[in-house]
């Protein structure tokens, strides 16, 4: 499995961004899939997830703002991040597993190369 993700990009406070998470390999419509972050010099946390059946779940800093959807056709998952703020600013990273959904990092079996989004006050 490879994803790749991308739509990252210098945004002002109050704007808005759409990521895009592309994942190769069969079954996706069966996998978990997260969205995590990590900004400089802090630890990568829980962003969003979403099941195989799209039901969704949202850290409590971005609940309100941001929305996870897939498209188990394009075999791509989405993160619509609106209201955006300078503490969005940080490297996103999707992920994904076979089983696994939640928000604990350490349970997705796969991950993707991070794209950089920068929130300007």
């Known amino acids: 499995v490879q994803l790749q993700a991308f739509g990252g990009g210098l945004v002002q406070a109050g704007g808005f961004l759409r990521l895009s998470c592309a994942a190769s390999?069969?079954?996706?419509?069966?996998?978990?899939m997260g969205w995590f972050r990590q900004a400089p010099g802090k630890e990568r946390e829980f962003v969003a997830s979403?099941?195989?059946?799209?039901?969704?779940y949202y850290a409590d800093s971005v609940k309100g703002r941001f929305t996870m959807s897939r498209d188990n056709a394009k075999s791509t998952v989405y993160l619509q991040m609106n209201s955006l703020k300078p503490e969005d600013t940080a490297v996103y990273y999707c992920?994904?597993?076979?089983?696994?959904?939640?928000?604990?990092?350490?349970?997705?079996?796969?991950w993707g190369q991070g794209t950089q989004v920068t929130v300007s006050s």
């Open positions: 992920a994904a597993d076979n089983y696994y959904s939640g928000s604990y990092s350490s349970q997705y079996s796969y």
């Open positions: 390999g069969p079954t996706f419509s069966s996998r978990g």
């Open positions: 979403i099941n195989w059946y799209g039901s969704t």
